[in-house]
């Protein structure tokens, strides 16, 4: 493929290893660990000369606000502002295929101007704060594998329009892979449209598809300028995005800043504060015991997501990503375990906001972590607990046991960089950083067996059939050793989990549902599994039933009086089943 400004990149050869900078004249620090060993820190720390934001009691205007005031004539097409832009009836069809190729509706986003304005969703307060006078230039970086045409190049109008001129040294853009024979906008036409910029925004093609995370490495090593800030390719920056968001690192360059993420709607294009956030829409990254979704009830605080500002120097000296990890998810908690542990952080700046377009569902891309091991977000998972979550790594595989059987390749890099560098271990990181331990939804409770639940001597299994959200019954069905739908885990305090869920029976115990784990308050709605003994599974004292028809031996599970010696209610949970 054609390439502008640099040739195509080879990952491992442009590869360095992690050095430690002694930079600004200061020796490198060091820190005493958990274990009484002695690591030297990288990146300068805090300086001093540089103010924290000062919070204008006047009420005026902060230093950095857009001044003169961003010209708002002309901005009254549709989508101006986020209001909502709405498909014709005739354009439907065509509407449903483009969502299957790109995950959004790219016939709206064709009716929405490149300039339009976002809609402003800060704090009034936030306008209203000086931010130091000299800030760093920023390099920000955008991958994209296939992406579409509006969202994409919008990402990049969003950044120059209301980013300070002074500030935005140059916009990296990584083409990580795409088939330009199938996406032929992504070629010549996209080359030709960044010329406007007369050189602020550089495109540089990888040779193969290296997944985001390593292609947001090689982002980081064509970017020449003092501080990173990574977007992913459809994203619109918000008012005064920028001073608010790399403030903190210019004073202190171990640290990392996430902007707040507006979710920005795949069809119509309209702005919301994050799901899940305060009345003001703040968020804060988590992660849940198994590493899929962010339920609140197992967030954990202050994690970064994809978008986020760092010191270049610093992103190199912490090695950038784990270069094992592939395409597509666990990045974002390597690299904030790394900065949290290594003697950084990771701040929430609820100043700066960024829009980002969520997929929509029907999309045929890339899938988000589904349940399916062989998704490569399992590998880098395993890669990252082994190198970050010391003993708590059981609660992962509590919730994933499947998964201690999955190749994660080599990571003895991370773990010297870790010995050598890093103070912190991750019992530090859960108190310090994400507390509040103590509810049972946060830990998970111990893992007793796993496998599939087999009938006594026979070939017949429990199975969800797909279920879960109460949306059809858990039946039985005949074992076939795959585990999904009829991997089950069988948990201390009386749960049968699959996934993130539970099985229990209908008021009437004529069948066995599956939605979200009950609260144990009384032994009333936990199972009492006798796996050890008589092989029976009970709910308040009746007994998990399969058929007795040798017809009909597959169909509806039901609870029933326990009778001794009943074959039909005695099961075996065997590891066997796996992928
Ligand atoms: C979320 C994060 C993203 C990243 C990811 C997990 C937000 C808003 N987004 O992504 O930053 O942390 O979860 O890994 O927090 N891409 C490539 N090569 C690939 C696949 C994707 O360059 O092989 C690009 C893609 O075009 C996009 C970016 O990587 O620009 C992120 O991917 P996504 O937008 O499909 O995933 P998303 O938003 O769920
Ligand atoms: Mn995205």
Redesign the pocket.
């Known amino acids: 493929f054609p390439h502008i400004g640099g040739n195509e990149v080879d990952f491992n050869e442009r590869r360095k290893a992690p050095t430690v900078v002694k930079n600004s004249g200061r020796k490198p620090e060091t820190m005493k660990t958990w274990d009484g060993r002695t690591v030297t820190l990288v990146g300068r720390g805090i300086d001093e000369n540089v103010p924290e934001p000062y919070y204008r009691p006047d009420g005026k205007d902060g230093n950095w606000e857009h001044n003169p005031p961003i010209d708002e004539t002309g901005h009254d097409g549709p989508g101006e502002r986020g209001a909502s832009v709405h498909t014709l009836p005739e354009e439907e069809e065509h509407v449903k295929e483009i969502i299957k190729e790109f995950g959004f509706n790219l016939v709206n986003s064709d009716k929405i101007s490149m300039d339009r304005l976002p809609k402003d969703l800060r704090d009034k307060e936030c306008v209203s704060i000086d931010y130091p006078e000299k800030l760093p230039m920023v390099s920000v970086v955008?991958?994209?594998?296939n992406?579409g045409w509006g969202p994409l190049v919008r990402t990049f109008h969003s950044v120059v329009n209301r980013t300070p001129p002074e500030l935005l040294g140059e916009i990296v853009i990584?083409d990580?892979g795409s088939i330009i024979k199938d996406k032929p906008h992504l070629g010549q036409p996209l080359e030709e449209y960044i010329k406007r910029w007369n050189g602020k925004v550089k495109l540089y093609r990888n040779a193969r598809?290296e997944?985001?995370?390593r292609?947001r490495s090689i982002g980081a090593q064509h970017a020449t300028f003092e501080v990173l800030v990574f977007l992913?390719?459809?994203c619109e920056a918000g008012y005064n995005w920028l001073p608010p968001l790399i403030a903190p690192i210019a004073r202190n360059d171990r640290i990392s800043t996430v902007p707040l993420?507006d979710s920005i709607d795949g069809q119509r294009y309209t702005f919301s504060g994050q799901a899940g956030g305060d009345s003001h829409g703040r968020a804060q990254g988590g992660w849940e015991w198994n590493f899929c979704g962010r339920d609140t009830h197992f967030r954990r605080k202050t994690m970064a997501?994809?978008?986020f500002a760092i010191n270049r120097e610093h992103f190199n000296n912490v090695g950038m990503y784990d270069p094992g990890l592939e395409?597509?998810?666990?990045?974002?908690y390597e690299i904030s375990y790394k900065l949290w542990m290594c003697g950084g952080g990771v701040y929430f700046v609820p100043c700066s906001r960024v829009g980002?377009v969520?997929?929509l569902e029907g999309w045929g891309g890339?899938p988000?972590p589904e349940y399916v091991p062989s998704n490569p977000s399992f590998r880098n998972y395993r890669r990252v607990i082994e190198v970050w979550w010391d003993d708590w790594a059981k609660y992962f595989y509590w919730n994933r046991p499947e998964l201690q059987k999955l190749d994660y390749g080599d990571v003895s890099e991370q773990v010297k960089f870790r010995h050598d560098h890093c103070p912190h271990n991750f019992t530090w990181l859960m108190e310090e950083v994400a507390y509040g331990i103590t509810d049972m939804y946060d830990a998970p409770n111990e893992l007793l067996a796993w496998g599939e639940i087999r009938g006594k001597g026979s070939n017949i299994c429990v199975d969800s059939m797909g279920h879960k959200d109460n949306d059809g019954p858990a039946e039985s069905w005949y074992c076939h050793k795959q585990g999904g739908n009829q991997l089950f885990r069988i948990h201390a305090g009386g749960f049968i989990a699959q996934n993130l869920q539970c099985l229990y029976p209908a008021s009437d115990n004529s069948k066995m549902n599956i939605h979200a784990c009950e609260r144990v308050n009384s032994p009333s709605n936990a199972w009492k599994f006798n796996l050890d003994t008589d092989g029976t599974f009970r709910y308040k004292g009746k007994c998990l039933t399969r058929s007795n028809d040798a017809d009909k031996p597959t169909g509806p599970l039901t609870i029933e009086d326990c009778r001794p010696d009943d074959i039909y209610q005695q099961w075996e949970v065997n590891e066997e089943a796996v992928l």
């Open positions: 955008v991958v994209f594998h992406e990584i990580d598809r997944g985001l995370i292609a992913d390719a459809h993420i997501g994809g978008l395409i597509w998810g666990g990045e974002q980002h969520y997929r890339n988000p």
